[in-house]
């Protein structure tokens, strides 16, 4: 990239580090990236059904045959299921994808599933306030898009470590059956997002965060939760990323993966410790991604409208990299976010003015950021035209980061 059109400009130290003889890797760690490294990426069904084999096609029929003639005429999602639709044939579709287009199966399953969310009520539950306050935009919650416009689910259970809060949640049959409803609540705010069209958005992302989940005391209730999504909201995650994984979950992961078939296995996305920005960035951009993750997105956002989108650049170990924001007039204001993932650097930024002789203004003083730090939003209010210039220095660090920043400038309002 020519330095004179970017933004950014990158200072190497006068010195190199020596390199280092690379390090050998551990048991745990090898089995992690083989759990990641040998499993394809998903491909998500289109629903188109000249995209169909000539056998599903036909299976497709017979289970809309079979549904009227054994169940008669019905609907999900306010969808009519016989009603010659390509939303309906969507639906129908998950189904048969579910039981590998067994007819009986599937017929047996969508069943099972109409007659549950009869009994669950699960097309009202949306609108029902069910008291959960505490752990809403914390445990589970909808949270923008993924880069292919699938609606993102956030599942964070480390909270449950509190013993007080685990016994306000689950502390009886009650309040567990509550929590259920309201997990699933969750999930059908997110489908809600959904397209049921051929070649639309028809999934979601589930990223499931297991850093100091308890795992004994949330048995019961995972175990819970994954029967009920398995059974009754069939091919709906396109794709589940576990984030902060523990070294014992990929030990478990490679001794069932056996057991799991290719097209689950290609849906997981393991992320140890660490990683999680750049796991994240991969497949969500940094202004979707909250900010305890490495992103740029908080949850009073929501109020402005649409997320601005983000710049993204890599820090590589040994670099300094400065981003300078130019033509800013004087009286302007500008607002800026910048975030480095897992930092563990030095940030500063300092406000250049272009009259000669002038002094530059530390706006934020050099200052080391830990590598658990969220996202940095500061706004300055120049006298004087200038530039804005960002730093991240890594020279301290053999490690490639990735990153993202942005802004926007304010002119002075004239009186």
């Given at each position: 990239?020519?330095?004179s059109?970017s933004?950014?400009?990158?200072q ?11 390090l050998?890797k551990s ?10 490294l040998?499993?394809p990426s ?5 629903y ?17 045959d079979?549904?009227?003639?054994s169940?008669?005429?019905?609907s999900?999602w ?13 639906i129908?579709?998950?189904f ?5 287009f ?6 047996e399953m969508?069943?099972k599933?109409?007659n549950?969310?009869?009994d669950?009520e699960?097309?009202s ?12 935009g914390?445990?589970?919650y ?12 956030y ?7 509190d ?5 306000r949640t689950?502390g ?5 059956k509550?929590f ?9 705010r ?8 051929p070649?639309?958005i028809?999934?979601?992302i589930?990223?499931t965060d297991?850093?100091d989940m308890?795992k ?6 995972s175990?819970h939760?994954?029967?009920l ?5 069939p091919?709906?995650?396109a ?5 902060n994984v ?8 490679s001794?069932?993966s056996p057991?799991l078939?290719?097209r689950?296995?290609?849906?997981f996305?393991?992320?140890?410790e660490g ?9 969500i951009?940094?202004?979707d991604v909250p900010?305890?993750?490495g992103g740029?997105?908080r949850?009073s956002?929501s109020?402005s409208g649409?997320?601005?989108?983000a710049?993204?650049?890599t820090v590589k170990?040994?670099?300094k990299?400065n981003?300078?924001i130019?033509?800013?007039e ?15 650097l030095?940030?500063s930024?300092?406000?250049v003015?272009?009259a000669?002789?002038s002094?530059?203004i ?13 996202a ?6 120049s006298k004087?035209?200038g530039?804005?210039?960002l730093?991240?220095d ?13 802004y ?5 309002t004239?009186?």
């Amino acid at each position: 990239m020519d330095s004179s059109s970017s933004p950014i400009s990158i200072q190497l130290p006068d010195s190199s580090p020596k390199p280092q003889q690379p390090l050998k890797k551990s048991f745990v760690t090898s089995l992690m990236e083989a759990a990641t490294l040998r499993t394809p990426s998903f491909k998500e069904d289109t629903y188109f059904l000249t995209h169909l084999k000539s056998s599903e096609r036909k299976s497709l029929q017979e289970l809309k045959d079979k549904l009227m003639s054994s169940h008669g005429p019905d609907s999900m999602w306010g969808i009519p299921l016989l009603g010659g639709d390509e939303k309906a044939d969507v639906i129908l579709l998950k189904f048969l994808r579910a039981r590998d287009f067994r007819v009986s199966d599937s017929l047996e399953m969508l069943i099972k599933c109409l007659n549950w969310r009869k009994d669950f009520e699960a097309d009202s539950v949306v609108e029902e306030d069910l008291g959960f306050k505490e752990v809403e935009g914390v445990v589970a919650y909808m949270h923008g898009y993924d880069r292919e416009g699938h609606p993102v689910c956030y599942n964070a259970y480390g909270v449950f470590k509190d013993k007080e809060m685990y016994e306000r949640t689950f502390g009886d049959d009650e309040k567990l059956k509550k929590f259920l409803r309201w997990r699933v609540q969750v999930l059908e705010r997110g489908i809600k997002l959904l397209h049921f069209k051929p070649g639309g958005i028809n999934s979601i992302i589930q990223v499931t965060d297991l850093k100091d989940m308890p795992k004994r005391e949330l048995r019961v209730a995972s175990n819970h939760i994954l029967s009920l999504f398995q059974d009754n909201y069939p091919e709906m995650v396109a794709r589940k990323i576990f984030i902060n994984v523990p070294w014992y979950f990929s030990m478990l992961y490679s001794m069932f993966s056996p057991f799991l078939t290719q097209r689950t296995k290609s849906k997981f996305v393991i992320c140890k410790e660490g990683n999680v920005s750049e796991t994240l960035y991969k497949f969500i951009r940094p202004e979707d991604v909250p900010v305890q993750y490495g992103g740029l997105s908080r949850p009073s956002d929501s109020d402005s409208g649409p997320p601005k989108p983000a710049s993204e650049f890599t820090v590589k170990g040994g670099e300094k990299v400065n981003i300078q924001i130019e033509g800013i007039e004087a009286g302007a204001t500008i607002t800026w976010d910048i975030a480095v993932g897992g930092w563990d650097l030095e940030y500063s930024a300092e406000f250049v003015p272009n009259a000669e002789g002038s002094y530059t203004i530390a706006v934020e003083k050099p200052r080391k950021m830990g590598a658990g730090e969220e996202a940095v939003r500061n706004s300055y209010t120049s006298k004087e035209a200038g530039k804005m210039v960002l730093s991240v220095d890594n020279t301290a660090s053999r490690k490639k980061k990735v990153a993202a920043y942005r802004y926007v400038v304010r002119k002075a309002t004239a009186i």
